[in-house]
C-alpha cells in the first residue's frame, strides 16, 4: 500500500499512521499539479490540507487511488464527483479544527474594534498615536453568525464570555432547546443582516453560498459593520466589501480566506492597504491543538478504511 501526504501533517498523526500500517510505504513532501499526477500513478491514499487541489485531472491519473483523506473540513478543493465516479473514499476530520477557527473569528473582531494591528504597525514605526486609535467594546454588541455548524457553535459558546446577543441564520432549522443551550438567536437571514454589528460568516462553499454576501446584502446592513470571513474565499463578494469599506460603511474587515489564495493580484494592494482591514494567510486551524486533532482524526478514519478493504 502506497500513502502519500501532499501537505503538512501533524507529526504525531504521521507517528501514528506509521505503527498503524507498518507495512505501507509512506511519502510527505508537497508535488506542484504536474509532480503530483506523475507521483499519483501508483498511490493507493492520498492525504492533504487545503493547498492541494485534487481537480478531476489529478484523480483521472491516479489509476490504484482509493482513499483520499482530507486533514481538516472543507472539501471544495476536492472533485467530490470525479472521486465517485471512481469509486474513491474521501474522508474528512469535521469538528476538530472548529474552536480555532472560532477563536481566530474573535481575535479578528477585537484586533478591528481595539486597533490591535494598526497600532502595533504604527508604534514599531515610530508613532504614538493614542489619541487616533480609541476603539470599541465587543461587549454588548449583537454579533450575527452565518452558518452555525461546528464553527458556528464555538463561536457561539466564546461569545457567551463577551456578553453579546449572538444571532444566528442557517438552512436548518434549531429547536428551542439548541437555541437555548448556545445562548442564540434563530433569525431570518435579512434579520441577521439588518440587525447585527458583527457578522461572521461560517458557511461552506458551495454553487449555494457563492458571494452568498454581495453589494445587495451589504447594503442592507447597518452603518459600521464589521464582516469576518474565516470560511472560504468566494462566499464574499471581495469587491463589493472594498466599496463599502472606501465608503465608510464597513467599520472593518477581517479576512483569513480570499477569492484568490494566495492573494497576489493588484485588487488585494489595494484591499490590504486599507487600515481597518485585518488579514492573515488561511490559518484557522493553524493552531498545534487542532492540527494534532484533525492530523489523528484523519489517520484513524484512514486506518478503519483501509482495514475495511484488506477485509
Ligand atoms: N479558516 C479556516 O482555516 C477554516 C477552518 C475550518 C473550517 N473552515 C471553513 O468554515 C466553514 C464552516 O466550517 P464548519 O466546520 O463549521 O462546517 P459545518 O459543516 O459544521 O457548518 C457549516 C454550517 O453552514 C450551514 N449552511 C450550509 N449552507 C448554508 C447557507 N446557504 N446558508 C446558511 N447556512 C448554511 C450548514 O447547515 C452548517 O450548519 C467551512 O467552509 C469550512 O471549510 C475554515
Ligand atoms: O476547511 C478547513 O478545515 C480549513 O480551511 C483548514 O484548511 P487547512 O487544513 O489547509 O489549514
Known sequence: MKIHINDPLDEIALQKLKEELPNATITSEHFDKDKLKEKMKDVDVLIVRSATKVTKEIIDSSPKLKIIGRAGMGLDNIDLEAAKVKNIKVLNTPGQNALSVAE?????????????????????????????????????????????????????????????????????NLTAEEQNKYKVKQVSFEDLLKQSDIISLNLPKNEKTFHVIGEKEIKLMKDNVIIINAARGGVLDEKAALKYLKDGKIFGLGLDVFEEEPPVSDFYKELFSLPNVVVTPHIGASTKEAQERVGINIIDRIVEEVNKIMI
Do not use: C, H, P, Q
Not at 494598526?118 to 454588548?140: D, H, N, T, Y
Not at 452565518?146 to 459558546?157: D, E, M, Q, R, S
Open 104 to 172: 481566530l473569528v474573535i481575535g479578528m473582531v477585537i484586533d478591528i474594534y481595539r486597533n490591535i494591528t494598526r497600532a502595533s504597525i504604527g508604534l514599531k514605526e515610530g508613532r504614538w498615536e493614542k489619541k487616533e486609535l480609541e476603539g470599541l467594546e465587543l461587549s454588548g454588541k449583537t454579533f450575527g453568525i452565518i452558518g452555525f455548524g461546528y464553527v458556528g457553535t464555538n463561536l457561539a459558546k466564546l461569545l457567551t464570555g463577551f456578553n453579546t446577543t449572538t444571532l444566528v441564520y442557517d438552512i436548518i
